[in-house]
């Protein structure tokens, strides 16, 4: 794939002198992501792409003459570098619309971003692909979109609001900025040559377009069999070892610094004294609001890599050149003729504080201040609300045991429950242990740091839910729901009580989705998501002043491992994270890929 100028002609004739370059950045040390090398040098632009670099890195006996411009930008000696990319993300998960996004992480240098809505798809379908497409045209920046690959994550191991085969993939393909296919997240598919998977990849293949990896863990004959089932990326590498075997096969290794998950430090140290490092790329995969705004974006995740001991060349790199080769774009991510003009400034490499950013040859932000206008635009789908759950009570919340066909031992039963490593993993395991029985319900011991867990289908009014048990969740009090449940996105309830368990789920219903708690038989407090139970319309500083506010309350309630407690729930459903989760249909064993009874018979 190849980026083409409208004005070829003019570029040539701009490269050459013969027509002044539409905007000539002088003055600047050029950090050629080619070579490795710093030098100082003047960049003209024209029509977009960069026509012309004034530079002399050899210091030869040389003389050149000025670049001439209808318009020049002194660099003032600051580093210039490509427009970073975030080589893997969820929009959906900064908790903001396409817009609102772009207006927070276009000042922090990210010109490009590849994003995967399957959020979004799993809610609403093929409607919510359009959407995320349709309300990100015109922007300042760049959003590539990825057909999702896996609508649910699982087929028969959780219900969404939708179901994608290889058709819905297909005409999902025809949309302008679909570069190819979002992360296929069931490897255990695609090693087992399950037909929905082969159709779906062999779909993306035959057009020759990009395909996202998810790839948890994976090593041996089962990562070989996942490589040539057609993925080319994996961001879910959490250790140097993970990293390197899959860095050794061909693969590309998105490292990631997400709201929930930072394994650049770990996936840096493992790799950074390989000989190349073509293959290692930078992602947010899920990063909010509150710490685009407080930490930055992708120049943040470039920091972590330099602060982990890579040289900040090759992190740059990784947040750029690298990540459009990923992608099979030829002349986006460097400095060069005929690549795409997106540039940012600098002051120092180590601390990637951005000065200014250059998107497609025009200065869109500067001094931390978006200069480009984002004109605020409404969507029907922003005015739904999503949420739809059948009425229920409090009995729905009883964890009840089927008497005559489960054995008990002194008012006793065996139970299958999720049990977290920690409070910094999504990892979990299932374990036996034994519970109370008294009428006929499941009882927790008082203090207990065992809760109950209830998903309850939110999508076209289905009517399946399921209750289960998880250990060393975080809260030792309330209750706590949220629709952010990846990802399937119903509502996932943890609690103790379940009258409180009934008071989130109706707020929660109420507010159209997003977050909420309750303490002491009444809320505490929520944050509204009320497009498709995931995002607001509201931007970065609103959204940030709220998600703060609900996570000092989940704090108080006992998640305070975790630097942002918000994420903890968001993944307790997704059946694509060992060991143990727990969706709409019961308890997943996520190996085995199957449903397993709470209540041991």
Do not use: W
Not at 3 to 11: E, V
Not at 81 to 88: F, K
Not at 230 to 256: L, P, V
Not at 331 to 352: R, T, Y
Request: aromatic share 6%; charged share 25%; hydrophobic share 40%.
């Amino acid at each position: 794939m190849k980026m083409i100028p409208k004005d070829k002609k003019g570029l040539i004739e701009a490269a050459i002198g013969k027509r002044k370059c539409d905007l000539v950045i002088e003055n600047c040390k050029i950090v050629n992501v080619f070579s490795g090398e710093i030098y100082n040098g003047d960049i003209g632009i024209f029509g977009g792409f960069i026509a012309h670099i004034r530079c002399n890195p050899d210091e030869l006996e040389i003389s050149e003459p000025r670049i001439e411009g209808k318009s020049y930008y002194d660099a003032r000696g600051k580093y210039i570098i490509p427009g970073l990319i975030d080589a893997h993300i969820h929009i959906e998960s900064t908790l903001m619309t396409p817009r609102n996004f772009a207006k927070a992480v276009i000042p922090h240098g990210t010109t490009t971003v590849v994003t995967d809505p399957h959020e979004i798809a799993n809610v609403y379908g093929i409607k919510g692909v359009e959407y995320m497409h349709n309300s990100s045209e015109g922007l300042p920046m760049r959003q590539y979109i990825l057909a999702p690959s896996c609508v649910p994550a699982v087929l028969g191991l959780e219900n969404s609001g939708a179901n994608f085969d290889y058709t819905d993939i297909e005409r999902l393909f025809k949309l302008d900025r679909v570069i190819g296919l979002g992360e296929v997240m069931d490897y255990i598919g695609v090693v087992n040559n399950d037909t929905r998977m082969v159709e779906i990849l062999e779909a993306a293949e035959k057009r020759g377009l990009f395909v996202q990896g998810h790839a948890p863990f994976l090593s041996g004959r089962d990562l070989s069999a996942y490589l040539c089932g057609g993925a080319i990326s994996d961001h879910e590498s959490r250790t140097g070892k993970e990293a390197r075997d899959k860095i050794r096969n061909g693969m590309y290794i998105d490292a990631r610094e997400s709201s929930i998950s930072k394994n650049v430090a770990e996936v840096v140290k493992g790799v950074k004294d390989f000989r190349y490092l073509s293959n290692l790329t930078l992602c947010t995969d899920d990063r909010e609001a509150d710490e685009i705004l407080e930490h930055g974006h992708m120049n943040a995740v470039v920091r972590s890599a330099i602060d982990a001991g890579m040289n900040p060349i090759d992190a740059i790199r990784s947040s750029t050149l690298n990540s459009a080769r990923e992608l099979g774009i030829i002349n986006l991510g460097g400095i060069a003729p005929n690549f795409v003009a997106d540039l940012v400034l600098v002051d120092e490499l180590e601390e990637m504080n951005v000065e200014a950013v250059i998107y497609n040859g025009e200065l869109v932000a500067e001094g931390g201040k978006l200069l480009a206008d984002i004109k605020n635009e409404e969507f029907d789908i922003e005015n739904n609300n999503s949420v739809y759950v059948n009425n229920f009570s409090v009995e729905d919340f009883k964890l009840k045991v089927d008497i005559d066909n489960c054995k008990i031992n002194n008012g006793k039963i065996k139970a299958n429950i999720i049990k977290y490593l920690s409070q910094h993993t999504s990892s979990t395991e299932i374990i036996e242990e034994e519970f109370e029985v008294e009428d006929g319900v499941v009882k927790l011991e008082e203090d207990s740091d065992i809760k109950f867990v209830a998903v309850l289908n939110r999508h076209n009014k289905l009517d399946t839910k399921s209750i289960g048990l998880v250990k060393g969740f975080g809260i030792n009090k309330g209750a706590v729901g949220s629709t952010i449940s990846h990802d399937s996105h119903n509502l996932t309830i943890v609690y103790d009580n379940p009258d409180e368990a009934v008071l989130v789920a109706e707020d929660l219903i109420k507010l159209g989705g997003g977050l909420s708690c309750a303490l002491d038989n009444k809320i505490k407090n929520n944050l509204q998501l009320s497009v498709a139970g995931l995002m607001s319309t509201k931007e970065a500083n609103e959204i940030a002043i709220k998600a703060n506010e609900m996570k000092n309350s989940l704090r108080e309630m006992g998640i305070t491992e975790m630097k942002n407690p918000l994420l903890r729930i968001v993944t307790l459903a997704l059946p694509v994270i060992p060991k143990g989760k727990m969706s709409d249909l019961g308890l997943v064993d996520v190996s085995n890929k199957k449903i397993i009874d709470v209540v041991k018979k």
